[in-house]
């Protein structure tokens, strides 16, 4: 059974930071490119973040580049993505999330996902 298990989203003033972590069991995590989205009330969920399975290779949303960074730890089965400079913009529901490794852009696995709240 595959579990991915978001923590660390909170309520921070504008330019605050938060580290979110993933935690992923139940597949081979190595061999799977992960990714962040985020679903803000009202919108349709978007792409923040991705990372390929070594971590050699990060792709980031114009709105989020500069700002977040995504990274990997293949050895805890983890997926972090340190949001730094915050806006209020930034408000929403953080999902990580595992991608078909065969098929690009199609993510398999979803965790539960965890709230940022950035307030002005």
């Known amino acids: 059974q595959v579990q991915l298990v978001e923590s660390g989203g909170g309520l921070v003033q504008t330019g605050g930071s938060l580290r979110l972590s993933c935690a992923a069991s139940g597949l081979t995590f190595s061999s799977r490119p992960m990714g962040w989205f985020r679903q803000a009330p009202g919108k349709a969920r978007e792409f923040v973040a991705s990372?390929?399975?070594?971590?050699?290779?990060?792709s980031y949303a114009d709105s989020v580049k500069g700002r977040f960074t995504i990274s990997r730890d293949n050895a805890k089965n983890t997926v972090e993505l340190q949001t730094d400079s915050l806006k209020p913009e930034d408000t929403a529901v953080y999902y990580c999330?595992?991608?078909?490794?065969?098929?690009?852009?199609?993510?398999?696995?979803w965790g539960q996902g965890t709230q940022v709240t950035v307030s002005s």
């Open positions: 999330a595992a991608r078909n490794p065969l098929v690009s852009n199609k993510y398999d696995y």
């Open positions: 990372i390929s399975q070594s971590g050699a290779f990060t």
